[in-house]
């Protein structure tokens, strides 16, 4: 059961995760891109170990539906910010890679996040020892 400064340091956190996430969402629009076209192109640029992604990883990292996502590529494509192959090894899967347009974009927006990762971090470390203290003392059999 959480106590009240628990309550207090989680109810922050929250409350600076979503004016992050609005704060992101009105870079990326500024940016020209809609807040869905900025996180494809943000989880695709910055996909581990290759600089192309399957729609099925990308639907993944969005935490959204294979038709939504390759919806979302498609609009995407149209735009000239990736581009489409068949799979190299699998023709079944289809690579989508940024085109320079959408690393540029991706910069641009994400260059101004700086500060407000800052701001966030803080209050992650504080929300991370109230939890880390929690644990503590339950290992020790007290009651918060």
């Avoid at 628990?6 to 409350?15: A, K, M, P």
Wanted: hydrophobic share 45%; with cysteine.
């Amino acid at each position: 059961m959480l106590d009240k400064k628990q309550d207090e340091v989680l109810s922050e956190f929250r409350c600076q995760l979503a004016g992050f996430l609005r704060f992101s969402e009105s870079a990326a629009r500024e940016a020209g891109l809609t807040p869905a076209q900025y996180l494809l192109l943000l989880h695709l640029c910055g996909f581990p170990d290759r600089d192309w992604a399957t729609i099925v990883e990308l639907a993944d990292r969005l935490q959204a539906s294979h038709q939504s996502t390759a919806a979302l590529v498609k609009r995407c494509e149209a735009q000239g910010w990736v581009k489409k192959r068949a799979g190299r090894g699998d023709a079944r899967f289809v690579e989508v890679a940024p085109m320079p347009k959408a690393r540029r974009a991706v910069a641009r927006v994400a260059s101004h996040h700086a500060e407000e990762l800052a701001q966030l971090g803080a209050v992650f470390d504080a929300a991370t020892r109230v939890a880390a203290m929690d644990r503590s003392n339950e290992k020790k059999g007290r009651k918060p």
